[in-house]
T-cell receptor, first 110, second 114 residues
């Protein structure tokens, strides 16, 4: 059974204070690992797909990396508008479903 | 930018009633999904739909649930006899092709069963 564990559960940072969110996963044959952003009461918003260990993707202040056991979402010099819950999900080969973690609730304080 | 849309945004129903949640996936997308998120919990997969049939479903998706693509644009989730524990946010998602794996989610329908 695919499993995703995210840490920390919640993170409060000062504006401009860089940090990283962790996503550990177990899946029998990784097809892809996905990062989403979710604002309160809204649907997940797609950020990145990572397919193989060593791959990196960047978008504005966010960079996602992947190893064989975990992924990191690095946030550089965050702004208050980056406050959201960040979700990690995995998809195994032959599956359609995404298996999500519980997310990290990020708060950026001005 | 094309988006997945869902209606209604909030549905209140009584236990035992049937509800239909509606979704319009992104045009030209071929794969369609329903997920749910109980308040404070993970997003959970319910069902995937491709080429007019269910391609994968979870244990949650029992005989009380059904999906349909009644025309070229809508995708629906029906719950035949709602239970209190069906109260959740229901998200529709779509994916363009077999090559791209990312799924694009709609804003959700909040279902409250009383």
């Amino acid at each position: 059974e695919d499993q995703v564990t995210q840490s920390p559960e919640a993170l409060r940072l000062q504006e401009g204070e860089s940090s990283s969110l962790n996503c550990s996963y177990t899946v029998s044959g990784l097809r892809g690992l996905f990062w989403y952003r979710q604002d309160p009461g809204k649907g997940p918003e797609f950020l990145f797909t990572l397919y193989s260990a060593g791959e990196e993707k960047e978008k504005e202040r966010l960079k996602a990396t992947l190893t064989k056991k975990e992924s990191f979402l690095h946030i550089t010099a965050p702004k208050p508008e980056d406050s959201a819950t960040y979700l990690c999900a995995v998809k195994g080969f032959g599956n359609e479903k995404l298996t999500f973690g519980t997310g990290t609730r990020l708060t950026i304080i001005p | 930018e094309p988006e997945v849309t869902q209606t209604p945004s909030h549905q209140v129903t009584q236990m035992g009633q049937e509800v239909i949640l509606r979704c319009v996936p992104i045009s030209n997308h071929l794969y369609f999904y329903w997920y749910r998120q109980i308040l404070g919990q993970k997003v959970e997969f319910l069902v995937s739909f491709y080429n007019n049939e269910i391609s994968e479903k979870s244990e949650i998706f029992d005989d009380q649930f059904s999906v349909e693509r009644p025309d070229g644009s809508n995708f629906t989730l029906k719950i035949r006899s709602t239970k209190l524990e069906d109260s959740a946010m229901y998200f529709c998602a779509s994916r363009p092709t077999s090559v791209l794996d990312e799924q694009y989610f709609g804003p959700g329908t909040r279902l409250t069963v009383t």
